[in-house]
């Protein structure tokens, strides 16, 4: 059975660093480009940082670019998300999803979501 699972989220204070962990079953998701997202209270849900399956390609938010870090560690089937010098404007669900590109749209699969909190 395809699945991504998140793990990782918590409440932290502004300044701090999370590390995010994505798992995916390797067969079905073989291919895909593998995304963070996140959805704040009341907003909508918007790429945070995307890795392509052979992590030799990057894409990331401007508003995270040198704070947050996406990886890939085949040998674990885990994609990573460290995200340094935390905000409260990083609070949000954060989901990993597989699809293509960074946009929600394109996106087929999702996990269950993992919450970040930030407190100033």
């Known amino acids: 059975q395809a699945q991504l699972v998140e793990s990782g989220g918590g409440v932290v204070q502004a300044g701090d660093s999370l590390r995010l962990s994505c798992e995916y079953s390797?067969?079905?998701?073989?291919?895909?480009?593998i995304g963070w997202f996140r959805q704040p209270p009341g907003k909508e849900r918007a790429a945070v940082a995307v890795?392509?399956?052979?992590?030799?390609?990057?894409w990331y938010a401007e508003s995270v670019k040198g704070r947050f870090t996406i990886s890939k560690d085949d040998a674990k089937n885990t994609v990573y998300l460290q995200m340094n010098s935390l905000k409260p404007e990083d609070t949000a669900v954060y989901y990993c999803?597989?699809?293509?590109?960074?946009?929600?749209?394109?996106?087929?699969?999702w996990g269950q979501g993992t919450q970040v909190t930030v407190s100033s």
């Open positions: 999803g597989a699809g293509a590109g960074y946009t929600s749209n394109t996106y087929r699969y």
């Open positions: 390797d067969y079905t998701f073989r291919g895909y480009d």
């Open positions: 890795i392509t399956w052979s992590g030799g390609g990057t």
